[in-house]
């Protein structure tokens, strides 16, 4: 029986195409760090090395550990003294990357709705972000980790997705079966790999992110106004 729900984040409970923000986050941190001295062409290859690193992790390092190792190899040791130069930039100029939602939007009461019913709720973004950041994105469609039971961020992670075995580290965390579990996403390479870890899966298609053209016909699939539709018809847990 279904009891537990995992969102992901970016182009999911966030309307926004993942090139809009991309380009817009970059252009934000560079121009943090560049008055710093900071070469901007080395920091973004360097940031792009650590998040290739982050989503091939084995689970024999934490994320952020995996991030910082690679990061800092690019850019010298003195190059960790950034991490709380940018956990302040995502709690502040990060905001203003909001303005790449297509639409804005306030998730709130489809997650208060769901909880009412008794869903455990997951927020299963890709963890290659600092929960800081994960929770400044939270507040552009009106929610925050508080509103979760368990949220992935490169802190607390040792995989990425696609990798199934970051959605298995989640249901070991939050110590449910992948049968009780279903995970909505907008990629269907990332998000659907949690078919292969048993959940249910459901793929949202208004931002949907699929570079290479996949079919997404093997998916339940439609956009997140179906999908909450479907998720407000849902019977309540019981107990």
């Excluded at 650590?50 to 850019?75: C, K, P, Y």
């Excluded at 956990?87 to 990060?94: A, C, H, I, K, V």
């Excluded at 925050?144 to 989640?170: A, H, L, Q």
């Amino acid at each position: 029986m279904l009891d537990t729900i995992l969102f992901d984040l970016d182009g999911t409970l966030a309307p926004f195409l993942q090139d809009d923000f991309i380009r817009a986050y970059f252009d934000l941190l560079v121009r943090r760090l560049t008055p710093m001295g900071c070469d901007g062409g080395k920091l973004v290859k360097a940031l792009w090395k650590g998040v290739d690193a982050m989503i091939a992790n084995d689970g024999s390092l934490t994320n952020r550990q995996t991030f910082w190792s690679v990061f800092t190899g690019e850019l010298g040791a003195q190059a960790m003294a950034l991490e709380s130069i940018l956990n302040d930039f995502y709690t502040r100029e990060f905001d203003a990357v909001r303005s790449v939602l297509r639409w804005d939007t306030d998730r709130s009461h489809l997650l208060r709705n769901l909880r009412e019913k008794g869903y455990g709720l997951v927020l299963a973004t890709n963890p290659i972000f600092p929960a800081a950041a994960v929770e400044t994105r939270l507040g552009w469609v009106g929610l925050s980790s508080s509103d979760f039971d368990y949220v992935t961020t490169y802190e607390n992670s040792r995989r990425s997705k696609p990798n199934p075995d970051y959605y298995r580290d989640v249901l070991s965390h939050i110590e449910k079966q992948g049968e009780s579990c279903l995970m909505i996403g907008n990629n269907p390479v990332d998000d659907m790999a949690a078919a292969e870890a048993g959940l249910a899966v459901f793929l949202v298609t208004d931002c949907l992110e699929n570079p290479d053209g996949l079919s997404v016909d093997g998916y339940p699939h439609g956009t997140f106004q179906n999908l909450e539709a479907a998720l407000r018809q849902l019977p309540s847990v019981k107990c």
